[in-house]
């Protein structure tokens, strides 16, 4: 290693001479002020100093704008000097201290332009800038919010269209099947769609469209109607054996009222009118409790108006000697908010059973019946009572909903008579009732075909 001291009147010329003589990989040992100017140790870690190397400078880091003059309402123009100077090498001390210069003469030259500067265009300064960022800001951050927006409605625009495809597949291949069914089994295939005319689901068509494979033509004839029974569950005359307390619900129209008056009527031929009791909850509609009145007082038993669960306990523990308590209840839509309250009240009660069944009528709509059931199944159902048989076309579609539910069958009815229009269930006259609407398409069909045949020789 090789030391050596110099003199100087200051600190550049003190480092300029330890480059000069040690080179640029010198380092300074101590420094310290004399009289005179400034002494310096610096040391190398080798014995000759080493070639002097050409260094190349960088390209200038700032634009030249020397020649500029900033007068803005100055007196006296203001010349800014931020000429960048050649750099030094990076690794050097010199560099450093050109670096560290440079930046002196940057902050003396906005010093001295400030100065300049009048006091109303001062003032100007930070709203300006904060403008330009105002103005620059939603540039850089709106960009992923509009990216996130059209990833997210390109996925939505695949999905959609994956779920056309999807749709159309299942229609294409549903298409081959019933075409390839028709093939191998003209007769099912035949027999399902004529279940499907007569308004049967299509679950239901399938099963019974599935037993011609096993019978022939002619034997399928009269194996269907028994088929179709055996999917019924056929509770018997269970109310009238069994007793209790039975709440009749259901939507508003389908004939409660008249349903209890019936099986109300039924039970006391059997058992006597002194061992039955009437309750009514429904004090929405005008004539409800005097309606239920007047059976009770034809067939001679009591009859009680319920207000709210509280009543409608009290009464049940008066009537808690009787055989058979049957409540009627408020007749309601099966998207009616109070529907869920009065269900509700019927089960809170765990310390007197209360057994319900739905009360449907024959000539509502498959899919109508379908929603009724999914509503009241909010409720343990113990079986079914069908109304207005007689006035219903077909019976394809409350069978079909029965049998999807697995919802047993106790009573049916076929008019207004208090108590002969009401019979307990025989599902095999039931299914015949049902089945019979297929010779009725038939021959509808038939003439259809006639009636247009004779149109077009009309017009020939």
């Not at 265009?121 to 059209?150: H, I, M, N």
């Not at 939505?156 to 075409?179: F, G, I, P, W, Y």
């Not at 009118?273 to 409800?288: F, K, N, Q, S, W």
């Not at 069908?386 to 009573?411: H, R």
Request: glycine share 4%; net charge neutral.
């Amino acid at each position: 290693m090789k030391i050596k001291r110099f003199f100087a009147k200051d600190m550049r010329a003190a480092l300029a001479q330890v480059k000069e003589t040690l080179g640029s990989d010198a380092v300074i040992m101590s420094n310290k002020k004399v009289n005179g100017g400034i002494e310096i140790v610096a040391a190398v870690d080798y014995d000759e100093p080493k070639a002097k190397t050409a260094a190349t400078a960088p390209a200038p880091t700032f634009m030249d704008v020397s020649d500029d003059l900033v007068s803005l309402g100055a007196k006296q123009p203001v010349r800014v000097e931020t000429r960048a100077k050649p750099a030094a090498p990076a690794d050097s001390l010199q560099a450093l201290l050109e670096k560290q210069q440079s930046r002196l003469n940057q902050q003396m030259s906005h010093q001295q332009v400030d100065a300049a500067l009048p006091a109303w265009a001062k003032g100007l300064q930070a709203p300006v800038a904060a403008k330009v960022e105002r103005r620059e800001a939603p540039t850089t951050f709106d960009k992923k919010p509009q990216t996130s927006q059209k990833q997210s409605a390109d996925i939505e625009a695949m999905r959609d269209e994956l779920a056309s495809l999807r749709n159309l597949l299942t229609h294409q291949v549903s298409s081959l099947m019933t075409e390839h069914k028709k093939r191998i089994d003209p007769v099912g295939a035949m027999l399902e769609a004529k279940l499907l005319e007569a308004e049967f689901s299509p679950a239901v068509a399938n099963k019974l469209a599935a037993l011609s494979q096993h019978y022939t033509p002619a034997e399928l004839v009269r194996a269907l109607p028994q088929s179709l029974a055996n999917m019924l569950d056929n509770q018997g005359d269970d109310i009238v054996k069994q007793g209790g307390v039975v709440a009749l619900v259901g939507p508003t129209g389908v004939g409660k009222t008249t349903s209890l008056a019936k099986l109300a009527a039924r039970f006391a031929a059997h058992h006597g009118a002194e061992h039955v009791a009437l309750i009514t909850t429904d004090h929405y509609r005008i004539g409800a409790y005097e309606q239920l009145a007047t059976y009770g007082k034809i067939m001679g038993c009591p009859v009680k108006q319920a207000h709210d669960l509280n009543e409608l306990e009290q009464i049940l523990y008066q009537f808690r000697n009787r055989k058979l308590v049957l409540i009627d209840t408020a007749g309601m839509g099966q998207r009616d908010m109070r529907l869920y309250q009065q269900l509700d009240n019927l089960t809170a009660n765990s310390r007197i059973p209360i057994r319900s069944y739905l009360v449907l009528s024959a000539t509502g709509q498959r899919r109508v019946l379908q929603d009724a059931v999914n509503h009241f199944k909010r409720i343990p159902l113990s079986g079914v009572v069908l109304t207005k048989l007689d006035e219903s076309v077909s019976l394809a579609g409350a069978l079909s909903v029965l049998i999807q539910n697995g919802l047993p069958l106790s009573y049916v009815t076929d008019g207004q008579r208090v108590p002969e229009d009401m019979k307990v269930a025989d599902t095999l006259d039931l299914a015949q009732q049902a089945l019979a609407a297929l010779d009725s398409t038939e021959q509808q069909s038939l003439q259809d075909t006639a009636w247009s045949d004779n149109m077009a020789c009309a017009f020939e």
